[in-house]
T-cell receptor, first 110, second 113 residues
């Protein structure tokens, strides 16, 4: 079975401070991981995927297979980063089942 | 393309009534997902389809829930009979391929009183 865990429901940081959202996964095969974001009154949308190894809006995420983690980081949070963030796993062995974690709400204070 | 289209946007119904949620995926996408979003459980996968065929419905809470995808451009999620604990936001998403971006609809906010 595949599972995604986001241990923090809420993260509150000040503008300019670093922010790290934790994501741990359970999957027997080679994982395909994503971060999605939902801004207020907008649709859920892709932020980044691990295979791209890219930085989007200053965010990066590194896949650590040893720790089965895919934490999302940004060195200097901005107020516009306030949103709901979801970590997701695509399970190839499960017919490409796309499973999400419980989500973390980020609040960036001025 | 208008993206994934869900209807209705809001639904308020009485306990025991049948509720049908609708989804039109993006043209050309071959996978469709239904999710339920709640504060307590986050985004739960209910069921997903590949090429209109249900692949995994293990996330469907109970027999009161059913989903269909009669063709590539339409899917429904039905709850019969509805209960107050079904109150949530229901999302539909579609994508082309396997390791690609899933595009989400705006969701249907369901309230069962």
């Amino acid at each position: 079975a595949q599972r995604v865990t986001q241990p923090e429901k809420l993260l509150s940081v000040f503008k300019g401070a670093p922010v790290e959202l934790k994501c741990n996964y359970s999957y027997s095969g080679s994982p395909e991981l994503f971060w999605y974001v939902q801004y207020s009154r907008q649709r859920l949308q892709l932020l980044l995927r691990h295979i791209s190894r890219e930085s989007i809006k200053g965010f990066t995420a590194d896949l650590n297979k040893g720790e089965t983690s895919f934490h999302l980081k940004k060195p200097f949070a901005q107020e516009e980063d306030s949103a709901m963030y979801y970590c997701a796993l695509n399970g190839k062995a499960a017919g490409n089942k796309l499973t999400f974690g419980g989500g973390t709400r980020v609040l960036v204070k001025p | 393309d208008a993206g994934v289209i869900q209807s209705p946007r809001h639904e308020v119904t009485e306990m025991g009534q049948e509720v049908t949620l609708r989804c039109k995926p993006i043209s050309g996408h071959n996978s469709l997902f239904w999710y339920r979003q709640t504060m307590m459980r986050g985004l739960e996968l209910l069921i997903y389809f590949n090429n209109n065929v249900p692949i995994d419905d293990s996330g469907m809470p109970e027999d009161r829930f059913s989903a269909k995808m009669p063709n590539a451009s339409f899917s429904t999620l039905k709850i019969q009979p509805s209960e107050p604990r079904d109150s949530a936001v229901y999302f539909c998403a579609s994508r082309q391929g396997r390791n690609t971006e899933a595009f989400f609809g705006q969701g249907t906010r369901l309230t069962v009183v």
